[in-house]
């Protein structure tokens, strides 16, 4: 193996096979010790969240498989926490799209003049940030994409429509266990022509609450497996 490169929440190495490996951390996003899936830097270590978020992500890959939806999942190791995928070619330097469910989080500290905290968005909000932690993640729109020569608006509507998809039966597999989805982070990347979701569907990648309450990422991940 060969490291290629060290991310916030994860490890990438290249395989003598082509394909490439991810080794997940106990780092979350946040800020001041706060989970906050929002955030662009790591701001506390969860023991064990690693190895939570790897098991939510096979949970969810395999059912995407199920629904006909191609991912880059190959494989994983649960107790190396460690995720064998096919390569995927990331737009620009990294793109973040984040769905929205319910505002929140940053959506709220940039548009809270506008709406309450806790809105419904119905059918869903779509939005994507440059990963780039100097500048925070600065929003991008589709005609921005075109424009800067990172993504076609065809295959940002392809990205769009996956997004919506794959968040609802994120969406509904949690609220069949009384859990509400009020945002979820994704990757996508290019595959031999098309964009597939790469990168993970990880417990620390989403915001969740039951009862009013939001649930940390460990728990969120109990609640997923152990039904």
């Given at each position: 193996?060969?490291?290629?490169?060290?991310?916030?929440?994860?490890?990438?190495?290249?395989?003598?096979?082509?394909?490439?490996?991810l080794k997940f951390k106990d780092d979350c996003t946040g800020k001041d010790g706060v989970f906050d899936p929002g955030e662009n830097t790591v701001g506390l270590t969860i023991e064990g969240i690693g190895?939570?978020?790897?098991?939510?992500?096979?949970?969810?890959?395999?059912?995407?498989?199920?629904?006909?939806?191609?991912?880059?999942?190959?494989?994983?190791?649960?107790?190396?926490?460690?995720?064998?995928?096919?390569?995927?070619?990331?737009?620009?330097?990294?793109?973040?799209?984040?769905?929205?469910?319910?505002?929140?989080?940053?959506?709220?500290?940039?548009y809270g003049e506008y709406?309450?905290?806790?809105t419904v968005l119905e059918g869903g909000y779509v939005e994507c940030t440059f990963k780039n932690d100097a500048k925070g993640d600065p929003l991008v729109t589709s005609e921005g994409l075109a424009a800067l020569g990172v993504m076609s608006e065809e295959l940002f509507k392809s990205m769009k429509e996956q997004t919506l998809k794959i968040t609802k039966i994120v969406a509904d597999d949690l609220k069949s266990i009384g859990l509400d989805l009020w945002d979820i982070k994704f990757e996508f990347g290019y595959n031999n022509g098309e964009v597939i979701l790469?990168?993970?569907?990880?417990?620390?990648?989403?915001?969740?609450?039951?009862d009013g309450k939001i649930v940390d990422p460990v728990e969120l991940t109990k609640y997923i497996l152990n039904r």
């Open positions: 193996m060969k490291l290629t490169y060290k991310g916030k929440t994860k490890d990438v190495y290249s395989l003598d096979n082509g394909n490439v490996l190895k939570a978020n790897l098991q939510t992500s096979v949970y969810y890959f395999e059912m995407l498989k199920a629904a006909g939806i191609k991912t880059h999942y190959v494989s994983a190791n649960i107790e190396e926490a460690t995720m064998e995928v096919l390569p995927g070619e990331v737009f620009g330097h990294g793109l973040e799209v984040i769905c929205r469910l319910v505002a929140t989080g940053s959506f709220i500290r940039r709406i309450e905290d806790g790469i990168d993970e569907i990880a417990s620390g990648n989403m915001r969740v609450y039951k």
